[in-house]
């Protein structure tokens, strides 16, 4: 940034104690921090001008700084930024550059976010809503968005459910619910091994002891839920990451428990709204809403930066924390409503579809697993995964280890996300993680 291209006056905040000229060079040691080693400032004229002060004042600014080591003063020269370690000009870590190809999981296509429709929502909000609207929210959602997703889940998912809890997302709501079951004398929580390691750590962050347990083809192994534990945290309609459907069989085995043990059974309806194969099956709450926390968000099928989530809660229930802002919630129920929400998921799934077949006839004949649904699969190895990894990312492709989603190591795999990935770079991209698998 050149000194000639700042605006110094706007910049340079004068406040605080002291005379005028300590000041302005208390607030220069801010500015100048920031800036390249060589960068001139104004002239000492010109900066007093612009802030409406005496030369005199700037003058023994500059002189102190140039004393301290901060500028650079020569005669018949400008003055300029000095370097003079890292404690004058330390910048923060620079972030490693973002990778060319994106395959790790958890995003959707934010190419395809849709901007000018929920740009109209967002106005259509700001345009009709009651002044009344613009108080103390409401701690458990806005009562239109309550609404509208209820009916939105009984229609779409099968639940059971008159009233949802609206959150910041499903990693907030299950941090919500983990310490409702803190307060009811519910200490542990059982999780999927493997599963989503930032719903495992969030709910550790409040306390709750974890208790994972073993995934196979038929979901979680309900069988192996330790003994003492009450709670348990799955994700049926698509387990991430090994894409399995919790089957009949241990839907019923899963929901006997929690009537036995007098548990909760947290149900993130994780990718639901993406099957490829045929309908998504139904919600384990639409079985037994008493026994079931039933969450979802909008991060999959819109952005994660809404941070827009919702949790159905058994009756005897209350969650403690905060609503997002009003605004955000009735632009959302504006979109539901309108019926924007639902051709904005049928836009998807055919987009995602013609993608995943894409990103599968790029692999060729191998070992895929988790195809049939979500924004992502799994590719098996016969090499060690995070060597892979690591090469890949070197490449410019960035994979996840299946192993960074379990306990302990298992067979080598990779996680293959495909949602945020350009259609024209599947080729690219599975031609690098070639070579970096060979």
Same mark, same amino acid.
């Given at each position: 940034?050149?000194?000639? *291209?700042?605006?110094?006056?706007?910049?340079?905040?004068?406040?605080?104690?002291?005379? @005028? #000229?300590?000041?302005?060079?208390?607030?220069?040691?801010?500015?100048?921090?920031?800036? &390249? &080693?060589?960068?001139?400032?104004?002239?000492?004229?010109?900066?007093?001008?612009?802030?409406?002060?005496?030369?005199?004042?700037?003058?023994?600014?500059?002189? *102190?700084?140039? +004393?301290?080591?901060?500028?650079?003063?020569?005669?018949?020269?400008?003055?300029?930024?000095?370097?003079?370690?890292? +404690?004058?000009?330390?910048?923060?870590?620079?972030?490693?550059?973002?990778?060319?190809?994106?395959?790790?999981?958890?995003?959707?296509?934010?190419?395809?976010?849709? !901007?000018?429709?929920?740009?109209?929502?967002?106005?259509?909000?700001?345009?009709?809503?009651?002044?009344?609207?613009?108080?103390?929210? &409401?701690?458990?959602? #806005?009562?239109?968005?309550? @609404?509208?997703?209820?009916?939105? /889940?009984?229609?779409?998912?099968?639940?059971?459910?008159? %009233?949802?809890?609206?959150?910041?997302?499903?990693?907030?709501?299950?941090?919500?619910?983990?310490?409702? /079951?803190?307060?009811?004398?519910?200490?542990?929580?059982?999780?999927?091994?493997?599963?989503?390691? !930032?719903?495992?750590?969030?709910?550790?962050?409040?306390?709750?002891?974890? =208790?994972?347990?073993?995934? %196979? %083809?038929?979901?979680?192994?309900?069988?192996?839920?330790?003994?003492?534990?009450?709670?348990?945290?799955?994700?049926?309609? #698509?387990?991430?990451?090994?894409?399995?459907?919790?089957?009949?069989?241990?839907?019923? =085995?899963?929901?006997?428990?929690?009537?036995?043990?007098?548990?909760?059974?947290?149900?993130?309806?994780?990718?639901?709204?993406?099957?490829?194969?045929?309908?998504?099956?139904?919600?384990?709450?639409?079985?037994?809403?008493?026994?079931?926390?039933?969450?979802?968000?909008?991060?999959?099928?819109?952005?994660?930066? /809404?941070?827009?989530?919702?949790?159905?809660?058994?009756?005897?229930?209350?969650?403690?924390?905060?609503?997002?802002?009003?605004?955000?919630?009735?632009?959302?129920?504006?979109?539901?409503?309108?019926?924007?929400? &639902?051709?904005?998921?049928?836009? +998807?799934?055919?987009?995602?579809?013609?993608?995943?077949? !894409?990103?599968?006839?790029?692999?060729?004949?191998?070992?895929?697993?988790?195809? +049939?649904?979500?924004?992502?699969?799994?590719?098996?190895? %016969?090499?060690?995964?995070?060597?892979?990894?690591?090469?890949?990312?070197? @490449?410019?492709? @960035?994979?996840?280890?299946?192993?960074?989603?379990?306990?302990?190591?298992?067979?080598?795999?990779?996680?293959?996300?495909?949602?945020?990935?350009?259609?024209?770079?599947?080729?690219?991209?599975? !031609?690098?993680?070639?070579?970096?698998?060979?």
């Amino acid at each position: 940034m050149a000194g000639s *291209q700042t605006n110094w006056g706007v910049l340079l905040d004068l406040s605080g104690p002291g005379p @005028k #000229h300590e000041q302005l060079a208390r607030a220069l040691r801010r500015a100048i921090r920031g800036l &390249d &080693d060589g960068v001139s400032v104004p002239p000492s004229r010109q900066l007093a001008a612009d802030l409406g002060c005496s030369r005199w004042v700037v003058t023994q600014a500059y002189a *102190q700084l140039v +004393a301290e080591g901060y500028l650079d003063g020569r005669a018949g020269s400008a003055t300029r930024v000095r370097r003079v370690g890292d +404690a004058v000009t330390a910048k923060p870590p620079a972030r490693p550059a973002p990778p060319r190809y994106d395959l790790a999981p958890g995003l959707p296509d934010l190419r395809h976010f849709p !901007r000018q429709r929920w740009a109209d929502a967002v106005r259509g909000v700001l345009a009709t809503v009651p002044h009344t609207d613009f108080g103390l929210p &409401d701690r458990d959602g #806005h009562p239109r968005l309550r @609404k509208t997703l209820a009916g939105y /889940l009984r229609r779409v998912r099968g639940a059971e459910t008159d %009233d949802v809890v609206i959150c910041g997302g499903v990693t907030d709501g299950v941090t919500r619910v983990c310490r409702a /079951l803190q307060a009811n004398g519910v200490t542990r929580l059982a999780v999927e091994d493997p599963g989503w390691t !930032r719903l495992r750590r969030a709910a550790a962050a409040t306390g709750m002891a974890i =208790d994972p347990v073993p995934v %196979d %083809d038929e979901g979680v192994d309900v069988g192996r839920i330790p003994r003492g534990t009450r709670a348990v945290l799955v994700t049926p309609a #698509h387990q991430f990451p090994t894409g399995s459907v919790l089957s009949p069989r241990r839907r019923a =085995d899963l929901l006997a428990w929690a009537r036995e043990v007098d548990g909760l059974i947290l149900e993130d309806d994780y990718d639901a709204e993406f099957r490829y194969d045929r309908r998504p099956v139904g919600t384990v709450q639409g079985t037994d809403p008493g026994r079931v926390a039933l969450f979802g968000s909008v991060s999959k099928t819109l952005s994660p930066a /809404l941070g827009l989530g919702w949790v159905s809660l058994p009756p005897q229930w209350t969650l403690p924390g905060h609503a997002p802002p009003v605004v955000d919630q009735l632009a959302l129920a504006g979109f539901v409503d309108s019926g924007g929400y &639902d051709r904005h998921l049928r836009a +998807a799934r055919l987009r995602y579809r013609a993608r995943r077949d !894409r990103l599968v006839e790029a692999l060729g004949p191998g070992r895929l697993s988790g195809v +049939a649904a979500g924004l992502h699969l799994l590719l098996h190895l %016969d090499r060690d995964a995070a060597e892979v990894t690591k090469r890949a990312r070197a @490449k410019g492709v @960035k994979v996840a280890d299946l192993d960074d989603y379990r306990e302990a190591p298992g067979e080598p795999a990779l996680v293959l996300g495909y949602g945020n990935l350009a259609d024209n770079a599947v080729g690219a991209a599975v !031609r690098l993680l070639r070579e970096a698998a060979g």
